[in-house]
């Protein structure tokens, strides 16, 4: 199946939240963790078992995990793997973003067939030029794979870069999702190529009208955002939009029966 394909048939079946699985300290102290490996693994793994076959993705922020080193990484591989055998698409976190063989490494790493980083797709920065990704986007389609690139996040400094206006008059924004535009064109369902834009943002000054792809939406519930947001920003069509909800669910933990009720409730406002 093509990653759009993938993406179909799990919005029909549980609609298009994407609930993100961060281990902050905050939260590992809020369920009574200890800020260790040990501590990681035990939100993680509970997470998971609240989540998995239950949403149509979860983000895992690889961060927190590679905070605690090897043994970290470790977790967060488990958690990739138990999540894909739930069939749960997986989207990891790490926002990478390089040039040339290291590109290359990356996208060997987070979208190879075989890797244990590798879910069913990744977060990456096109701040060193789209083109920097090829390595990326070539490997996401041959693997049946997609990717997330940031385009209009929601941290105030974002607009520093992302709304500045390039030699052609185009934002650097809008030159992201042309470029993605392009890579996705003429692909059924949607495109392997989707875009970061924060729910938060206030007003896009963009035109996603001809982007045919995915839409990741963070900053949605605990951050601020809300379902008119969403409608204000990408229409009354949101097919193809993932509002993120991490923090607001992720609060509800330990126990796994009032994670998946805080889940239903955010799905149900969707």
């Known amino acids: 199946m093509t990653f ?3 993406l179909a048939k799990a919005v029909a079946a549980h609609g298009p939240l994407c609930v993100g699985i961060d281990p902050h300290p905050s939260l590992l102290d809020a369920w009574g963790l200890s800020r260790t490996a040990e501590g990681l693994e035990r939100f993680a793994l509970t997470a998971v078992e609240a989540f998995g076959g239950k949403v149509s993705m979860v983000k895992p922020q690889a961060a927190f995990f590679e905070a605690h080193g090897s043994r970290g990484v470790a977790v967060l591989e488990r958690v990739i793997a138990e999540l894909r055998d739930s069939g749960t698409l997986v989207l990891v976190d ?5 040039i040339g063989s290291t590109m290359a490494a990356y996208a060997e790493a987070y979208l190879g067939d075989g890797s244990p980083l590798a879910g069913d797709a990744v977060t990456l920065s096109p701040f ?6 090829q390595p990326a986007l070539d490997t996401a389609r041959a693997t049946g794979r997609g990717v997330f690139v940031l385009a209009l996040t929601s941290n105030p400094e974002g607009a520093q870069v ?3 206006v390039a030699p052609d008059g185009r934002t ?3 030159t992201i999702i042309d470029f993605a535009t392009a890579r996705n064109s003429g692909i059924s369902p949607c495109g392997d190529v989707g875009l970061v834009v924060g729910a938060t943002i206030g ?4 035109d996603l009208a001809g982007f045919n792809g995915p839409i990741l939406a963070p900053g949605f519930g605990a951050q601020g955002g809300s379902v008119a947001d969403l409608k204000r920003l990408f229409g009354p069509d949101m097919r193809n939009v993932f509002p993120t909800s991490s923090r607001d669910v992720l609060k509800h933990g330990p126990d796994v029966s009032s994670l998946v009720s805080a889940v239903r409730r955010v799905q149900e406002s969707l």
């Open 172 to 174: 650097v924004a809008q």
């Open 4 to 6: 759009g394909e993938k």
């Open 203 to 206: 007003e896009t000054d963009v």
């Open 128 to 133: 060193l030029g789209f083109g920097s990704l």
């Open 94 to 98: 790490a926002k990478r973003g390089d």
């Open 162 to 164: 992302q709304r500045t």
